[in-house]
Structure formats: structure tokens, C-alpha cells
């Protein structure tokens, strides 16, 4: 089973950039979509983005649209997500996670989703 560990969050201020990583090990990554999930404080968990085997990216959060990238990188078993434009309300715990299969469900509830990492804090503030 994949073991996944995010790293990269930090303290930032509202405007700065943030690059997320999530690396894997066991059986890696390469076969498998791989999607960032993220929770505010009082707030339901919400899927951000997902990238699939072949780089196609769904984007679930419409709210970091033209500010957040995701990528891949199949050799090092690793996934990226560049966080730029960055306000206080993306703060939240960011979580990267398996998908069972190597696409994005084009709805985070149609996707089996498993293997969730810790979780890494990201606070905007000034």
C-alpha cells in the first residue's frame, strides 16, 4: 500500500506562494491519480485538485482557480502542488491522497479515494 507524507506548509503572508509536496513510497505513485484535499478550521474537507498518470488535471475548488498548479513527477514518486496569490481563506490542513485508479473522477465524491497523508498546515496571514 502507498504511504504518502505532504510537506511544505508553513506560515505565509496573504499574496506569497507556497509549493506543497507529497511524496510517496511502497508501490509509489506512478500508477495512480493523485489528488490535494484540504480542511479549514469549522469546515468540511474539499477537494482542491487532481492530476492523473497522464498529467490530466481536474480541478474541484473553483476558488483557486488561476492561483494553485498541481504536478507530477512519476520518476521521484512525487506530486506538487505551487500555491501562489495565496489568501487567508486558503488557510487549511492540505492532505494529498490515492486515487484507486490512474484518472480524477470529475466529481471528488464519484472518486475511491485511499491512502490519505497526514496532512500539512497551511496558514495565510499577515
Known amino acids: 500500500q502507498v504511504q504518502l507524507v505532504e510537506s511544505g506548509g508553513g506560515l505565509v503572508q496573504p499574496g506569497g506562494s507556497l509549493r506543497l509536496s507529497c511524496a510517496g513510497s511502497?508501490?509509489?505513485?506512478?500508477?495512480?491519480?493523485i489528488g490535494w484535499f484540504r480542511q479549514a478550521p469549522g469546515k468540511e474537507r474539499e477537494g482542491v485538485l487532481c492530476?492523473?498518470?497522464?498529467?490530466?488535471?481536474?480541478t474541484y475548488s473553483d476558488s483557486v482557480k488561476g492561483r494553485f498548479t498541481i504536478s507530477r513527477d512519476n520518476a521521484k514518486t512525487t506530486v506538487y502542488l505551487q500555491m501562489d496569490s495565496l489568501k487567508a481563506e486558503d488557510t487549511a490542513v492540505y492532505y494529498c491522497?490515492?486515487?484507486?485508479?490512474?484518472?480524477?473522477?470529475?466529481?471528488?465524491?464519484?472518486?475511491?479515494?485511499?491512502?490519505w497523508g497526514q496532512g500539512t498546515q497551511v496558514t495565510v496571514s499577515a
Open positions: 491522497v490515492v486515487e484507486e485508479s490512474p484518472n480524477c473522477p470529475i466529481r471528488t465524491d464519484w472518486g475511491t479515494w485511499v491512502s
Open positions: 511502497g508501490f509509489g505513485l506512478a500508477h495512480n491519480a
Open positions: 492530476i492523473s498518470v497522464s498529467e490530466g488535471v481536474e
